[in-house]
């Protein structure tokens, strides 16, 4: 080697790796919480750094709200921009962009959203908050545009169903979730997007896309009246209404399934879980950092060092928990080496068996709690995303100071409760096993 | 402070002087041994990322080795002398950090983003992969394949990343940017252990390094760690390579690729100076707004006129990156309405670039781009990670990080005339590249691809 040896360097490590990250010290962002005399909820974090504004309207009116029309969330969520108040789709963008703002529209399963960014001058963002109300409170629903966006809907389907990871991804939610609104697919079938009509996304934004079944997220550089001043002209053009019904309870994790589809690749996607836990649960937290250690923390989880570093079995591997309004997945999701499969399958079957088991060895826990606490103040070090974490907290109603106690939640957690926590939420013999890949047969 | 300021009375926009901030403050340092340091204060958060970029990627590979670039970047987390891997991971985990790395055409880098007072952590172990990395031929084999399940994920089972990496060596005759970042196949499977150590050998010299740092830190003191860690460490002679400039492009290049379960695409792309070759950077920036005015938001013309109007394209865009050492294209690519209008979507696109030719683009919407324009530069920032990478970016192309203090003022200096100038300059069939993509099994026997890859920067990470 041509370099100098590092020993003084070196022999200092020691020293420098002394742990000395303590999380007490950090807090959350300070959420202003208030209700618009019209019933808005607002969630408000002032954020002087950059003189911009984030802004977002969530809705619960995902998927889980398609009833007998897959597609018709996402549809309506699509077509809010297509043409409101009187004004076409290129009429609303240019209010946008003529003065650099950037807005969009969302929908997954839960939730639909709204989302504005804008720099924070008042002349500037108040136009912003004009356009944005436009488009929320009295889309038009042109007929034409429905055709365009529904066709593009088709097209963008098309593509989903030759893409082995989207693939697997649908089949799992429907093995998961057959008599529950999560096993629909939120981009809709084929037939259900024909049927849609102008009548039912009119129906759905009325029923939905209200001020009671709303919580808007603001974060950025405007005072306490200039936020309330928004959310309450935000409020006065949103219709009042009734809060979605609740989300029925998704069932105990069902039997074990293996579901094999057939898929002219070189990989194999594998995804292998089941019903988790919904939002709110006490095991939460236990959960959280036992699948840290399993799978949800990179190149330094168990599956990371086994399928990776030492199979060299896959690119990425991971496993996670989605607490949604009713109990989410739990799913491990990887892609191999077609040849691998098997081996890929039994892998985790012991893998997740053992943790199961055993749980975590103190040292694991240690260093999840560090890691998870140490990297809290990264979650935070944009607007972006305070603002989604806060949104989170909106829609979910979560306390306050959910994020300002989160890391002591985090040091709370002992090795018996995550012990608990698996036993009571993992099973790996009802898992539904999902692989699309060559030479796979349905067996099921 | 200069530049908001500035921005906004652009904008012709009144801010209390309260809303105003400081604008990023940024300070260069070179070390003795020859490294490089730029720190920039943003001090919003208590935490810091730190990126160590070699200015070496795919387009400096020898024929017969791409991808050695990439796979030297996933080696480097093989662990060092002291150090077995996988230990550099679990350390800046248990500082509550996370790390990785990126490769591009031009530059590899790996990053830390940590607590601002846990910086140190990083720099010791970037410095001591450095003097003490360990190339195991055991982990090599195992790593290998890893990056080949990388290649099938991200290429050979991806028909856009196969589109991509064809276009590119379609579109470059002579200029390595036709190869692809995470290498052809059949070059990955002759690859040797020691080609990758020779490629550490030649490359990642102290002095060629730039540590990029940004975040709640005090320049001074990031420097005298950036001394304490990489201080030690000897210069090496940076290896001088021949210039492999593209040739004069003298007529278009066409392929129609079919892939299995692929759905339509056609990619077009036009061969144009980086703002690194460009003569006059003037004619960048008046690229830069015209793929802005062509695609830059829900008003552009694409959307406009192919989305909508037409009604022809379910999806268009078009794209210019301007940071670039070597010569670039213009991009404008496009999903088809129907199976059937992908000729016809092709024919809209070119429509659409003779548009500009012959008629220009009005004030107005020079004016959006630039409205839009403006308030990136105040968007971006709301990223650190963003703001260090941009800095490394333009230092890899050779730009040089204050370029972008110019970038603002030259968006003031482009008029529409400068903008159909630099159309009909450069969007000129002779420099133009047409690739369609189509389903392998509408026309006989399907084919597994056996490659493909590259696309504009696409940075591979290592996780």
Known sequence: MRYPRLMTVLCSLGLLLMPVVGSGDVGGPQIQHWTTDRGLKVYFVRAEALPMVDLELTFDAGSARDGDSPGLAALTSRMLTQGAAGLDAAALARGFEDLGARYSTDSGRDTASVSLRSLNAPSTLSRAVEGLARLTGRPDFPEDALERERRRMLV???????????????????????????????????????????????????????????????VGDISRPEAEQIATHLASALRSGEPAEPVPPAPEPGEAREIRIEFPSSQTHVLVGHIGYPRGADEHFALYVGNHILGGSGLVSRLAHEFREERGLSYSVSSRFSPMRAAGPFRISTQVRSDRTGEALETLQAMIADFRAEGPSDSELEDAVRNITGSFPLSLDSNSKIAGLVSTVGFHGLPLDYLDTFPRQIEGVTRDEIVQALRQRVHPERFVTVVVGPDAEDED | MRRLTALIAVLGLLLPATQLHAEPKTREFTLDNGMRL??????????????????????????????????????????????????????????????????????TAYFEQLRADRLEVAFELEADRLANIRFDEDEFRREMEVVFEERRLRVDDN????????????????????????????????????????????????????????GDVDPEAVRDLAETHFGPLESRPVPELKQRPEIHPIGERRSTIRVPQARPFVMMGYQTPSLATVEDPLDAHALNLLSSILSGGASSRLQDRLVRGQEIAATAAAGYSSISSLDTQFLLQGRPASDEDLDALEQALRAEVQAVIDHGVTREELE???VQARADYVYRLDSLFYQAMEIGLLESAGIGWEAIDE???????VTPERIQQVAERYLRDERLTVLHLLPAEDNGAPRLPMSGAGGDVAPHSHD
């Open chain 1, 156 to 218: 963008s389907l098309r593509n989903q169903q030759r893409d082995p990871s989207s693939i697997a991804q649908r089949a799992f939610w429907e093995a998961l979730y057959p008599d529950h609104p999560y096993g629909s697919p939120p981009g809709g079938t084929e037939e259900s997007l024909q049927a849609i009509t102008r009548d039912d996304l009119q129906g759905f934004h009325q029923r939905y896309y209200n001020i009671a079944n709303a919580t808007l997220t603001l």
């Open chain 2, 368 to 370: 959006r781009a630039r």
């Open chain 2, 159 to 214: 028909p856009m990343g196969v589109a991509s990496e064809r276009f590119n060596a379609l579109a470059w005759a002579s200029s390595p940017a036709r190869q692809p970042i995470i290498g052809w196949q059949e070059d990955l499977e002759q690859l040797t252990l020691d080609d990758v150590r020779d490629w550490f050998e030649q490359w990642y010299g102290v002095n060629n390094a730039l540590l990029v740092v940004v």
């Open chain 2, 407 to 413: 970038f603002e003022e030259a968006l003031e200096q």
């Open chain 2, 38 to 107: 730029v720190v920039r204060v943003d001090n919003r958060a208590p935490v810091a990322v730190s990126q160590l970029w070699f200015p070496v990627g795919s387009i400096h590979e020898p024929p017969g080795t791409t991808g050695v670039s990439h796979v030297l970047e996933h080696m480097m987390f093989k662990g060092t002398e002291q150090r077995p891997t996988g230990d550099f991971s679990r350390i800046i985990s248990r500082e509550g950090g996370r790390l990785n790395a990126f490769t591009g055409r031009e530059f």
